[in-house]
């Protein structure tokens, strides 16, 4: 749920992710979202990255679907911050850019 932003550091092309996390190989798509591994750049922890679409999301939408789907992506961003299962991933941080 963030934007991407390019750096490069020292000859070596990264994607940096949030200020922190270096975005590594896809995991998996879906039709409005990708995820992707990445790994903090200060700790090493791998973590999992889900990016939204915000283009495709909201193509030829009115305004009034446009804000149920900024609705709904609210809606799992909070529903999955509230689950506590070891067999569901957990939300570590959110970031929601302007959608």
């Known amino acids: ?3 991407e932003e390019g750096s490069s550091s020292n000859n070596t092309n990264r994607t940096i992710c949030m200020e ?3 975005v590594g190989k896809v995991l998996g798509k879906g039709k ?3 995820v ?3 790994c903090n750049v200060v700790t090493g ?3 999992a990255i889900k ?3 915000k283009e495709q999301l909201l193509k030829g939408r009115s305004g009034r679907i446009k804000s149920l789907v900024k609705k709904k992506i609210k ?3 909070s529903i999955q911050s509230m689950v506590k299962h070891p067999n569901v ?3 570590i941080e959110k970031k929601l850019y302007q959608i």
């Open 32 to 34: 409005f979202s990708v």
């Open 20 to 22: 922190r996390y270096e």
């Open 89 to 91: 991933l957990r939300v």
């Open 51 to 53: 990016i939204f679409d």
């Open 45 to 47: 922890d791998k973590v």
């Open 75 to 77: 809606q799992e961003i």
């Open 36 to 38: 992707k591994l990445a």
């Open 1 to 3: 749920m963030a934007n």
